[in-house]
């Protein structure tokens, strides 16, 4: 008797994975959309859906863009890893979030609903780091993910707090300034020029909580933190210095270079094996 085995490579299980998580957002999406019809306005819930499915396709994208980067970073067996299941969750609230910015403010209860989808996020980014290191799912390709999350969660919030205006239009700076270091790191690699380590540094963590603490305080119905545009610039001013320093230790002339992926380690509480 003979017998097949049909074998699964890494790129199957990678299709797979983005497969499911685009129709397990599909579904979020939809149920989302339907809740909204019924507790809200139905002529809120399109233009909600259709933002936080356009949201579910820079999910998409930057997934497969961590599998094209990374992969093998965790055994065939263990794949994608429970840790970066709970990332990708984060993902799925983002999309959510994300729907606010083609609506108005909503009012009542649902009020606290973007509150509550962004403090579900800043938790769920402590708790999957935490399950990543007690599970041993630790990995380059968790690493970027969580990364990407941290950063799209953070531009999100900052443009729904403009548009509800509870933060000023300048601050948009702070949340594209991680993707301007991206850029430029890419164009360094991409003229041949060597990228340096980056080095831990706790100041860089606590920026980013105070600027996560700061953007989540925004967010509060009603709230009035955005009368002023002394505390927001309090807060953004270590946040860009944090990314000019980094910059400076990147691109400096000396030390080793970097041959692939973009600074493994930096705003991540994933840490590579």
């Excluded at 002529?43 to 820079?58: E, F, S």
């Excluded at 540094?201 to 002023?228: D, H, M, N, V």
């Excluded at 610039?233 to 946040?239: E, N, R, S």
Aim: glycine share 12%; proline share 8%.
């Amino acid at each position: 008797m003979t017998m097949y085995v049909k074998m699964i490579t890494p790129q199957s299980r990678y299709g797979y994975f983005v497969l499911t998580a685009l129709c397990a957002g599909s579904a979020t999406i939809a149920g989302g959309y339907a809740l909204l019809r019924m507790v809200w306005h139905p002529d809120h819930a399109g233009p909600w859906g259709r933002a936080a499915a356009l949201m579910l396709i820079v999910l998409g994208w930057r997934v497969w863009i961590a599998f094209r980067k990374y992969p093998g970073g965790l055994p065939g067996t263990r794949f994608p890893g429970l840790a970066n299941r709970f990332t990708f969750l984060r993902g799925l609230m983002i999309c959510a979030l994300a729907g606010f910015l083609g609506v108005q403010p909503p009012e009542g209860p649902l009020a606290w609903l973007p509150l509550s989808l962004y403090g579900s996020v800043l938790i769920l980014d402590v708790f999957d780091g935490f399950l990543a290191r007690l599970r041993n799912e630790t990995s380059l390709f968790g690493a970027f993910l969580d990364r990407d999350m941290d950063a799209l969660a953070t531009l999100t919030a900052i443009l729904l707090a403009v548009h509800y205006g509870r933060l000023p239009p300048w601050f948009v700076v702070a949340g594209i300034a991680y993707y301007v270091f991206i850029l430029g790191q890419w164009w360094r690699q991409k003229r041949g020029r060597p990228l340096n380590p980056l080095p831990e540094s706790k100041g860089r963590k606590y920026a980013a909580a105070l600027q996560s603490a700061f953007i989540w305080l925004s967010l509060f119905p009603g709230g009035t933190i955005g009368e002023s545009d002394i505390p927001a610039a309090l807060v953004m001013i270590p946040v860009l210095a944090g990314f000019v320093r980094d910059w400076r230790a990147v691109s400096a002339s000396s030390g080793p270079g970097l041959p692939s992926g973009p600074f493994p380690g930096a705003w991540t509480r994933k840490r590579p094996d």
